[in-house]
């Protein structure tokens, strides 16, 4: 019997249930498809780290090492359960070349190292997730060059410096715990024990990458202190376990973030769309639940009636969804597999897009329910008298309104119904809002990732160039000639010199910490500022916003900083973000020692009429190996898969949106329609005309959209940019400021959204002819 009713009122609703079915479906195939995303991304990671067998602690560092006093300091640290120290030839990228490519990889962002495999942990991996192994003459590329390069098994990695050539086959692709995402300026290629010798005797300059597995992970902190408290080498940034982690799963990470909120807004629309739908239904079957309750059928099993229908939709849609989500799963979850593999078939892989769908359908029935309540408070009396609730309501004021001279009597009824029914259009105003804030947020997010201005999250100054040294026999000579030759450089309006060393911070347990801070003058280039501004005297510092937390410092508090075996007083002038070097930098300008330095840095910017690209070339032979960084395109090279994916989230999202108004617009239109059939009669008697009806209509929903797009623009700035810091502060970027393209934020999608409905009202308003209206006029 049931299921005969909710037959009967499909066929009766068809548009209706349709649009509903289609809301809860693609809310559950969203939440299913994050869902997915994140145990995807969990499993995968997890089964990365635990074969790869990913060291807790490494220590980078360019100079010459002393293996005894390591192996002394592991024999006398609990905490060490294994140690080696992995040798890594640093390569200039002018002398690598790629595939068929006979561009060298000079202008690559990408710091090269050529390694032989390790033995002990930190395993480098192929795309099967097993160990390589190299013979003499093969070499396994980075996953990253793969991608980018589009390489395949068999293709010729050269390396030339014109007095020495070599050439390698590519027999795998590397999956590297430390070095696989793209934010990772750094990418190691495997090759043969005995190449890595010649390789080495001929070019390039040897990194150390000193290792550790501790024996309990939890006390990471406290052996980190340990080990830069001592007198071991240092000389290069640190990287450990939760920054393996984070790295590897920012990229998906944020794509699983931003379709949940997709889907969680849709579900909203979904609920309003639900609650307005059962009371008109109960409106319009006022008469039949008097009838019910006359004849003596219960309040639970008259709930029981209509509810059958909406529990019967969304089991259907909830499944429809699921069963949707893999079959376009793929698409989400494609870098994850490339990059960290496949995660193995778990329990909670399959349970969780199942137990998130049914919450979904958990929601949608608990509305229901609250809704149905209404059906509590209808008495069999009242009903029977009254008829329907849901009786057009006519204003006496329509008739009198030619006495208004100054607005025009269409647009008048119209502004008029909205007000006087704002309650009843708060549905489509919610939709409207929503749907905007769908549609500008990614956008925003995507034009901020892809702004020159994201530069200044990773710690870095706005400029044309960048100029790395790193640790080398002669750093601070080539340094030395390097500024000589930069200030006789006429093509140069600006240049910055910024020099990293290592220092010691007291922490808050009062064991001395070490800390990297860079020194120059920050005036020239300058960050954007959280709090405060940036050092302008050496008794300040400015520190990353999480140095900031971790230390419990803020703008104005002190600190001691131990230089040159002094102890000197620093004052916190500022707060910065930086998604570098794990987010734990620090700025002054404090001399410094040169037998501290980790690297220097320049930054420049060129004169206007001075190419940039020929700039880096002469710069490129001038002072190589330096790393010289074309600023604009290091975003592209270490973001673009990110940016990438978010296109694609954007774009569904967009249309997604674009779909629901156009959908929500014209079922709202419908039942108006059907509600206000009498009204629209009488007006007809007397005098008006179709198209003044028309016009009605358009105008009530040019007003409910401007109002929804101006309500759904703000929100987006206000609210999306909370949601969009909450997402940075996980990358070390706390306060991500969303870089606005106003054209496209302000005007192109505002106009466009709303040629959209007011394209869908003149096509729904075309329903009306004069027959329905006749036939009403009839009755």
Sequence with gaps: MLLQIVKRDFQRNKIITIVLFIFIMLSALLVASASHIMMELSGSLNNLLDKSKAPHFVQMHAGPIDDTAIEKFVSDNHLVRDQQTVEMLGMDGSNVFLGNSQRSEENSVMDIGFVRQNHSFDLLLNLEDQVIQVSKGEIAVPIYYMQQKHLKIGDKVNISTGQFNREFIVIDFVRDVQMNPAIVSSKRFVVNDADLTAL??????????????LTDITKLSEFRNTYQSSNLP?????????????????????IAVVIILVSVLLIMIAILCLRFTMITTLEEDYSEIGVMKAIGIPQYDIRRIYLA???????????????ASLGVIRLFTANISLYLGAAPNSFFQHVVPVLAVSLIFGVVVLICRLMLRRVNRITAVEALRSGSVGE???????FSLNKRKRLNVNAFLGIQDVYGRFKMYGLLFFVFVICVFIIIVPVNLLNTLQSPRFISYMGVGQSDIRIDLQQSGNIDQRFEAMMTTLKHDQDIEKFSPLVTSRFKVLGNDGVWESIQVETGDFSIFPLSYVNGAAPRSVNELALSDLNAKELNKSVGDSLLLLTAGIEKEMIVSGIYQDITNGGRTAKARLPYDPKTVLWYVVALDVKPDISVREKIDEYAKVFYPAKITYLESYLAQTLGNTIKQLRLVTIVAMAISISISVLMTSLFLKMMFAKDSLQMAIMRSIGFSLKDIRIQYLIRTLLVSGLGIIIGTIAAGTIGQSLVRMLGS???ASQIQLVINPLVAYLILPVVFMMIVVITTLVSTVSLDKSSIAERIVE
């Design 200 to 213: 080495k005797a001929n070019l390039g300059e040897i990194e150390y990458l000193i290792e550790f597995q």
């Design 234 to 254: 240092s000389k290069g940034p640190t990287i450990d376990y939760p920054l393996f982690k984070t790295l590897n799963a920012l990229t998906d990470g944020i």
């Design 309 to 323: 229908k909406y529990i019967t939709m969304a089991a259907f849609a909830c499944v429809s969804g699921y069963l």
């Design 392 to 398: 057009a309501r006519i204003n006496k004021r329509v």
């Design 730 to 732: 996980f990358m070390g």
